[in-house]
Each structure stands twice: as structure tokens, then as C-alpha cells.
């Protein structure tokens, strides 16, 4: 069995059975202590679960891992996505960017782009953008989150709603296997919903540790996208899916 494939194992055995000690996980694949160690602090340092004395348990579903981390984690695989995401942004486009650490590294990927136009609620993104003298980036009002400078509320969402753009482009914090888009903050949600709405095409962008975590609101579904930028195979459930609602998965 592959590295990959054992924490692949890893993760959906702790999700079934909300902890797995060490001992049992080695007795599991049979393979040293150590090495379960090291997945194990992978699989943590990518928010897949959550490393606890003597084994793992899941992450949680009501509280987001602190922005700081977020920023690092994964970043290879999400400057690989946001590459192949920009390559599907053409010149003199409109756009949608929300709240999310992935979307502040496809605001980078699109510095190369000309005469952009985009409305966003994160603040990094809009500070990424506005070296660009041929862009014109309008910034949502509304009510500024410290923590990760994105902005939410009714006023937002009022301000979103006076736009109708050719692309959103939207980021999430989990994906279930009944192609639910979820996330933590129910007002971060609400502007979500607007902006998927108020676009013309919506652009997912989700790494591979999206697909093991299980916030607890619902944004939306699966259907309501017409890409999916990834970096890795889904679940054959989440392809099927994709398929059966016409959204093209795009692979980096």
C-alpha cells in the first residue's frame, strides 16, 4: 500500500469511528509506530484530523482551523489550482472572489491577467489586486471578520446582489460525499449563496483535504457549479456526481 493510500485509509477509518489510537492503527496496516506517527502528523498539519495524544480524532465541525494555519496548509497544491484556475479567466472579465485562503492565492495566479473587473468581501484579495492599475476592484461594505479581513452581514449581501458578473469564484471549507458545499460561519454562507446567484459561471477551487472535513452549515450542493478545481481524484460518489449534474472537474 501507498503512503497516499494509507492515509487515505486513515482518515475514513478515524471518520467512522471518531478516534483511532496508534496502536491500533499500526496493528491496522502493519506497519512501525512511527510511521503511523509521521501520517498522522501529516494528516494533522493538513487539517484532515486532529492529532491527540496517543492517536487522532476528527476535526472539528464547528470551529474553522485558525486562518495563520490555513494560509500554509496545502499551499503547493492550491498555487497549482489557482494556476489552472486563472487559465480559465480570459482578459476583460467580470468576477465574484470570496473568503478563503485559496482565493488569496488565485487573486496572485490573476496578476498576469488585464482589465479585470472584481468584487470582493475578502480584504487580502482586494490588497493582492489593487497593484494592477488595469484592474478596477470594488470592495463589499459590510462587517470586517480580524481574523481573516473577510467581510460579512446583510449589508454585503445587499452590496452583491446589485451585480451580475461572468464568473464567481468561490471557495469552501468541506465537501460531503452527498455533494453538500459546507462551511462554519452561517454569514459567511449567506454571502456565498449571493454570489453563486448573482454569477454567470461558478468556479469551486478546493484542495484535496476539502473532501475529509465536515463543517456543519450548508452552503450549497455540488449542482450548483459548473467547475470544480481540484487537485486530486474525488471519490467515485463525488465523480459520479459531478457527472450526473454536468460540472467539469478540472485536475492539477
Known amino acids: 500500500m501507498t503512503p497516499q493510500k494509507r492515509q487515505d485509509s486513515i482518515v475514513d477509518l478515524v471518520r467512522r469511528q471518531g478516534y483511532a489510537s496508534i496502536e ?3 496493528e491496522h496496516f502493519s506497519v512501525t509506530p512511527q510511521t503511523i506517527r509521521r501520517d498522522l502528523n501529516q494528516l494533522s498539519e493538513e487539517g484532515q484530523l486532529r492529532r491527540v495524544h496517543g492517536g487522532a480524532g476528527l476535526e472539528s465541525s464547528t470551529v474553522n482551523t485558525a486562518y495563520s494555519m490555513r494560509k500554509s496548509l496545502n499551499l503547493e497544491a492550491k498555487q497549482r489550482i489557482a494556476t489552472l484556475l486563472a487559465r480559465h479567466i480570459p482578459d476583460h472579465a467580470s468576477l465574484f472572489i470570496n473568503i478563503g485562503t485559496s482565493n488569496e492565492v488565485i487573486a496572485e495566479a490573476l496578476l498576469d491577467h488585464h482589465a479585470l473587473e472584481i468584487i470582493t468581501n475578502n480584504l487580502n484579495v482586494a490588497a493582492i ?124
Open 24 to 26: 491500533q492503527l499500526t
Open 129 to 252: 489586486l489593487q497593484r494592477k492599475e488595469d484592474f478596477n476592484v470594488i470592495v463589499a461594505g459590510g462587517q470586517v471578520r480580524s481574523r481573516d479581513g473577510g467581510i460579512i452581514g446583510e449589508a454585503t449581501i445587499d452590496f452583491i446582489n446589485q451585480f451580475k458578473v461572468d464568473f464567481g469564484i468561490i471557495g469552501i471549507s468541506g465537501i460531503d460525499e452527498d455533494g453538500s458545499l459546507l462551511e462554519f460561519d452561517y454569514q459567511e454562507v449567506r454571502v456565498a449563496q449571493a454570489i453563486i446567484h448573482n454569477s454567470r459561471q461558478v468556479f469551486l477551487a478546493a484542495d484535496h483535504s476539502k473532501f475529509q472535513r465536515n463543517p456543519v452549515v450548508r452552503q450549497g450542493n455540488l449542482a450548483q457549479l459548473d467547475a470544480l478545481f481540484t487537485d486530486r481524484q474525488p471519490s467515485e460518489r463525488i465523480a459520479e456526481l459531478l457527472r450526473e449534474h454536468d460540472v467539469t472537474l478540472h485536475l492539477a
